[in-house]
Nanobody
């Protein structure tokens, strides 16, 4: 079982950048695929970016809406996954969550029974 804590959200102007962090504890982080998700008011939670474990090749997957603007990365030595968000738009406003699983397909499907508190990202002038 992995415990996750997200941080790094805030208020940023359109065109600005933020870097989110998700620190994991409780298990062998390097074995897990990781995902960043977001949920805007009135909308379903969606996958923003995912990354498989290094041993599985470190494959990444991005939502079309963030390709070229967001980058997921991981530091297994620090048990941390990051989401670098550039060229932020008002439509990126949401609560951002991370999650972890041994199964890469499950990361892509966002099929989780529990979520952390997330971190709020607000893009507004």
């Amino acid at each position: 079982q992995v415990q996750l804590v997200e941080s790094g959200g805030g208020l940023v102007q359109p065109g600005g950048s933020l870097r989110l962090s998700c620190v994991a504890s409780g298990s062998i982080f390097s074995r897990y695929a990781m995902g960043w998700y977001r949920q805007a008011p009135g909308k379903q939670r969606e996958l923003v970016a995912g990354m498989s474990s290094r041993i599985s090749g470190g494959t990444t997957n991005y939502a079309d809406s963030v390709k070229g603007r967001f980058t997921i990365s991981r530091d297994d030595a620090k048990n941390t996954v990051y989401l670098q968000m550039n060229s932020l738009k008002p439509e990126d406003t949401a609560v951002y969550y991370c999650n972890a699983d041994i199964s890469w397909p499950r990361i892509l499907q966002a099929d989780f029974g529990s979520w952390g508190q997330g971190t709020q990202v607000t893009v507004s002038s």
